[in-house]
Nanobody
Framework: QVQLVESGGGLVQAGGSLRLSCAAS????????MTWFRQAPGKDREFVAN????????YYDDSVKGRFSMSRDNAKNTVYLQMNSLKPEDTAVYYC??????????????????WGQGTQVTVSS
């Protein structure tokens, strides 16, 4: 079992920044691909960024490339998502997910076994 706890969401004006954290406990952190997804109201959950369990990455969706930066600290069993130049369309609940996944499958929410509770990010215009 893996438990994931996200933190760091909030309300920010367009152009601002936020940093999300996801702390993992349980199964060996370094054996898991860690991924950020987000879900806006009325929309499907979508891939944002991830770092493969082997350390390869991070990979980003085109919509956040150049603005978001993901990192992982294996010593702290934590991943981070630094979000800069935020836009209103970034408004969503952001979820941290973990799984033994790779390649194209790592982009799909249904491939992940472990999920955090989500943290709300709201960007005002």
């Amino acid at each position: 079992q893996v438990q994931l706890v996200e933190s760091g969401g909030g309300l920010v004006q367009a152009g601002g920044s936020l940093r999300l954290s996801c702390a993992a406990s349980g199964r060996a952190f370094t054996s898991l691909t860690m991924t950020w997804f987000r879900q806006a109201p009325g929309k499907d959950r979508e891939f944002v960024a991830n770092i493969h369990w082997s350390g390869v990455g991070p990979y980003y969706d085109d919509s956040v490339k150049g603005r978001f930066s993901m990192s992982r600290d294996n010593a702290k069993n934590t991943v981070y998502l630094q979000m800069n130049s935020l836009k209103p369309e970034d408004t969503a609940v952001y979820y941290c997910a973990a799984g033994r996944v790779a390649g194209a499958a790592a982009l799909l929410p249904r491939q992940y076994e472990y999920w955090g509770q989500g943290t709300q990010v709201t960007v005002s215009s």
